[in-house]
C-alpha cells in the first residue's frame, strides 16, 4: 500500500501528439498583438446568461405550441382533436427510442433532443400551416382555380415550407452545440427527432379532420375515414417525416466531420441534403396524381429503398463510431491514462453495457450502484468522445482549440477512472474469446476489502489486474516509480508493460503538451 501524500504529487500522463502534425499546426499560433483587429461586441449581461437563452428558447417554444393547439382544435373541434391526440402519440415511443438506440455510443444530451422534438411539433408545424395556408389562398386566387392550387401547395409548397421549417432545428444545434454535434449520426439523430415531432403534429390534424368527417357522414369501422388514415400514416408510413428530414441531417453530419479548409463542402453538404428531402417529400406528397396505384408504386419503389439505405448509412455510422474507439484509444492507453484493455471495452457495446452492470452490483447499496454505473456511463461517452476528436484532428476538422477540448476530455476521465477503469477491464476480459485468460483468475472489484481503492496492481499478460498487493510477473502499484520511463512523462516505473500508475482522487495540473510518442499498437484482444 503506497503513502497517499505521496500519490496526491503523482503528475497525471502526458498528452499523446498526432503523428501527421506538429504542435504549432494543430493549436496555431496565436496573432501578434499589433495585427489582432478582432473587436468583442459589447454585450449585456444579461444576454451572456445561459439561464436567459435558455428560458427565452422556452418561452418561445410554449408561445408556439399554445398558438398550434389552438389552431388544430379549431380546425378539428375538441372531440377530433382528442382522438387525434390519442392516435398520434402511438409511433412516437417507436421512433424516438430507436434514434435514442443509434445514439448510444455517444448519447447526446436529452436538451438537444427535447428542443429538436419540440421544435418540430411547435415552431416548424406552426410555420407549415400559416404558410402552406396562405400560399395555398393566393395560389388559387391568382388562378382560379382552387382543385389545382391544393395539388400544386401540396407538391411544391408544402416539402419547401416544411423541410426549412424542419432544418431550422438542425442548424441551430450545429451552430450554437458545435462539441455536442461531431458526425453523421448526431445529424440523423437531431433531424429523427425533430421530424418526430412534427409529424406527431400533423397526424392531429390529419386524424382529427378525418373522424370529424367521420362523424359528419356516418362512417365507423374498418371503412370509416379515420381508420384508412390511421393505416396509411401511423402503420404504413410512420417513419416518412423522419425519412425526409434525416437527409438533411446526413448532410450537417457529413459537414461537421470535413475538414475546415473545405469551406464550400461544408456550406454545400447541407443544402444538398436540404434539396434531397424537399425533392423526396414533394415526390411523397404527388404520389396520388400519378394514378390509382401512384402511391403504393412510390412506397414499393422509393420510400422503402431509401428507407433502408438511410437505416444501413445509419447503423454503419454508428460501427464506424465503435471502430473509432478501437483506432484512437490505444495512444491514451500507451500513454498512461487508460489501462490496456479499456480500448477493446470501450469499442464493444456489450462490453461497456456490462461494465456499468458490473458497477452496479459490486456496490454495497442501490444508491451507490446507480451513482457508480452513472460514472461508468459518463466515462464511457467522455471516451467516445475523445475519440472522434482525435479522429477529426486527423482530418483537419477541428479548431484551434482542439488541444484545450482534449486535456478537458482527459480531466473527466480521469475524474471518473476510478470507479469505471475496474468495471471496462472485468468487462473486456468476460467478453473476450473462449481461452483468452489461459486459466488466469478474473480481477477482483475496487481494490481492497475496507471500500478503498488504493491497492491497484497491473498485471501482464491478459492486461490490468485489480486488487490488493501484487500479482505475479512484472506489475507495478502504486507509490513513487523508482525512474522515469522514457516517453512516458514523469513518475514512470521501468516495467515491461509500461504501465503508469496512477493516484485515484488526486488531480495534479497537466503535463506539457505532446511529450509522449504516437503508439500504434493494435488494441488488445
Known amino acids: 500500500m503506497s503513502d497517499p501524500s505521496v500519490q496526491h504529487q503523482q503528475a497525471r500522463p502526458a498528452v499523446p501528439v498526432l503523428h501527421e502534425q506538429r504542435l504549432d ?58 382522438v387525434g391526440l390519442g392516435l398520434a402519440v402511438l409511433p412516437v415511443p417507436l421512433l424516438m427510442a430507436a434514434f435514442r438506440w443509434l445514439d448510444r455510443v455517444e448519447p447526446g444530451p436529452w436538451r438537444n433532443l427535447i428542443f429538436s422534438f419540440a421544435w418540430g411539433a411547435c415552431a416548424a ?9 396562405f400560399a395555398t389562398r393566393w395560389i388559387a386566387t391568382a ?89 396509411v400514416r401511423i402503420v404504413m408510413s410512420p417513419f416518412a417525416h423522419p425519412l425526409f428530414t434525416v437527409l438533411t441531417g446526413l448532410g450537417f ?46 412506397y414499393g419503389i422509393v420510400m422503402v429503398p431509401a428507407f433502408g439505405l438511410v437505416t444501413w448509412l445509419a447503423i454503419w455510422s454508428r460501427q464506424r463510431e465503435l471502430r473509432t474507439l478501437a483506432a484512437e484509444l490505444p495512444a491514451y492507453a500507451a500513454a498512461g491514462w487508460l489501462t490496456p484493455a479499456e480500448p477493446s471495452a470501450l469499442s464493444s457495446m456489450r462490453a461497456r453495457g456490462m461494465a456499468r452492470d458490473l458497477a452496479r452490483h459490486w456496490q454495497p447499496d442501490r444508491t451507490r450502484g446507480r451513482a457508480a454505473a452513472r460514472a461508468v456511463a459518463e466515462y464511457e461517452s467522455f471516451a467516445t468522445s475523445l475519440a472522434g476528436l482525435r479522429r477529426r484532428a486527423r482530418h483537419g476538422a477541428v479548431g484551434p482549440d482542439f488541444g484545450a477540448r482534449e486535456r478537458e476530455l482527459l480531466h473527466h476521465l480521469w475524474q471518473r477512472r476510478e470507479v469505471a477503469a475496474p468495471a471496462l477491464a472485468h468487462a473486456a476480459l468476460l467478453t473476450a474469446r473462449p481461452g483468452a485468460h489461459h486459466g488466469r483468475p478474473l480481477p477482483t472489484p475496487y481494490g481492497t476489502a475496507d471500500g478503498h481503492a488504493n491497492g491497484y496492481a497491473y498485471g501482464t499478460g491478459y492486461g490490468p489486474g485489480y486488487g490488493p498487493g501484487h500479482t505475479p510477473g512484472n506489475a507495478q502499484t ?3 516509480a523508482p525512474g522515469p520511463a522514457p516517453g512516458y512523462g514523469p513518475g514512470y516505473g521501468h516495467t515491461q508493460e509500461h504501465t503508469p500508475g496512477y493516484a485515484p482522487g488526486a488531480y495534479p495540473p497537466p503535463q506539457p503538451y505532446g511529450s509522449a510518442p504516437h503508439s500504434h499498437r493494435r488494441p488488445p484482444s
Not at 421549417?165 to 451552430?175: G, M, N, P
Not at 406527431?200 to 384508412?228: K, R
Request: glycine share 12%.
Open 25 to 82: 499546426e494543430v493549436l496555431g499560433a496565436a496573432p501578434e498583438r499589433g495585427r489582432a483587429r478582432y473587436r468583442p461586441r459589447r454585450v449585456g449581461m444579461v444576454w451572456r446568461s445561459k439561464v436567459f437563452r435558455a428560458g427565452a428558447v422556452i418561452v418561445a417554444l410554449v408561445l408556439c405550441g399554445l398558438v398550434i393547439l389552438a389552431l388544430v382544435r379549431e380546425q378539428t373541434g375538441p372531440e377530433g382533436f382528442l
Open 125 to 133: 408545424a406552426l410555420v407549415a400551416i400559416i404558410a402552406n395556408s
Open 143 to 231: 388562378t382560379a382555380d382552387p382543385a389545382s392550387a391544393d395539388t400544386l401547395g401540396a407538391t411544391v409548397i408544402a416539402p419547401v415550407v416544411e423541410e426549412s421549417a424542419k432544418a431550422a432545428a438542425v442548424l441551430l444545434i450545429f451552430l450554437f452545440r458545435r462539441r455536442e454535434f461531431s458526425g453523421v449520426v448526431d445529424g440523423v439523430v437531431v433531424a429523427g427527432f425533430t421530424a418526430t415531432g412534427f409529424a406527431f403534429t400533423e397526424n392531429i390534424l390529419y386524424l382529427g379532420n378525418a373522424f370529424g368527417e367521420d362523424q359528419l357522414s356516418g362512417s365507423s369501422g374498418f371503412a370509416s375515414v379515420t381508420a384508412g388514415t390511421f393505416f
Open 253 to 298: 453530419g457529413f459537414a461537421a466531420v470535413s475538414a475546415r479548409r473545405h469551406r464550400a463542402r461544408r456550406i454545400a453538404l447541407p443544402l444538398l441534403g436540404l434539396l434531397l428531402a424537399m425533392g423526396l417529400h414533394a415526390l411523397w406528397n404527388g404520389s396520388s396524381s400519378f394514378g390509382p396505384y401512384g402511391f403504393y408504386a412510390v
Open 478 to 480: 502504486h507509490g513513487p
